[in-house]
């Protein structure tokens, strides 16, 4: 059995043992019905704004003097997350699969990398296996939860994705900052309309890319990132890592990989080649895609989430 197989194989005994567990939950619930006791909870915007406003794009002391919104439509379009829409949408269930995992490791638990486990790279193989959807919807996801921040970056500085799903207040962004042009990087930090949720574009071309991410600037920058805050989760949309070489050098930068794999697509010789390139000391997990059905434009549906060498 090889290692996507494997991964497969996991997570559907995972999908099951967690649907087992809150089917006795609920019946635990309703079995105390009576005896409920009404609380005052307070507001999960409110709290989540409020905390977003101290920490969610802050770096250095300064907040973030960009703005940026959501193309919600094209979310809706592509079938993807909808903020503050249906919570029990089969998308949004998907990603709370996903999510959990890499949350269990910045918590601690069952993480071999000890440092920065808040820092998340979305990679593929080759192109076109969906890492831009992955990385978007989990960024969306994760900033659903109550007591973390998201900072998404896209780090596909060569063919840049994400900026397709935001609305900005300017054109700066993270090549600007490392080559110099921008000195300030909460000029390149945009503020979305989705609460403890921010962005860093990649900004505009260069023909010292791969440098620029091999640089002192870029490591100081991702360990303030990675540190200022404890709440904070960095995720980085990366070029694949067949593709480009600034794949492999965002790589080292990072403790989680979340490798996106087009299911019944991709090579399998393609994949282990690619994971040959990371370090085995790393979490390295899987996101295994299948074609779904569609009018007039393609997306992808999440499938299972597992890791490598289980």
């Avoid at 559907?12 to 567990?21: G, N, R, S, V, Y």
């Avoid at 703005?67 to 249906?86: C, F, K, N, S, Y």
């Avoid at 269930?93 to 999510?99: A, S």
């Amino acid at each position: 059995m090889d290692l996507i197989e494997r991964a497969a194989q996991k997570l559907k005994q995972q999908k099951l043992a967690e649907e087992a567990a809150a089917k006795t939950s609920r019946n635990a619930v309703s079995s105390d019905v009576s005896s409920e006791v009404r609380v005052s909870v307070p507001n999960p915007s409110t709290d989540k704004n409020t905390n977003q406003s101290n920490t969610s794009g802050e770096v250095g002391g300064k907040l973030p003097k960009q703005r940026a919104r959501i193309q919600r439509q094209l979310l809706q379009q592509q079938g993807m997350i909808i903020p503050g829409g249906d919570s029990r949408s089969k998308i949004k269930e998907e990603y709370r699969h996903i999510k959990r995992p890499l949350l269990a490791n910045i918590a601690g638990r069952g993480a071999t990398v000890p440092e920065h486990l808040n820092l998340i790279m979305v990679t593929s193989a080759v192109p076109n296996e969906g890492k831009t959807f992955n990385a978007m919807n989990l960024a969306l996801s994760i900033a659903e939860e109550r007591d973390k921040t998201v900072l998404l970056v896209d780090g596909d500085i060569v063919k840049p994705a994400l900026s397709k799903f935001f609305e900005v207040s300017s054109q700066g962004g993270l090549v600007d900052y490392l080559n110099g042009e921008i000195n300030d990087v909460a000029e390149v930090i945009y503020r979305t309309d989705v609460s403890g949720l921010s962005y860093i574009p990649a900004g505009r071309s260069h023909f010292l890319s791969t440098e620029l991410l091999a640089g002192e600037q870029m490591r100081r920058l991702v360990e303030e990132l990675a540190t200022r805050y404890q709440d904070r989760i960095v995720i980085f949309d990366s070029p694949p890592l067949l593709a480009t070489s600034e794949s492999h050098i965002l790589a080292s930068l990072m403790a989680q990989i979340m490798v996106v794999v087009r299911a019944d697509t991709t090579p399998k010789s393609q994949v282990q080649q690619a994971i040959e390139l990371l370090d085995r000391d790393m979490n390295i997990g899987f996101v295994l895609n299948q074609t779904r059905s569609h009018i007039g434009t393609g997306y992808y549906e999440p499938y299972y989430y597992g890791y490598y060498g289980d």
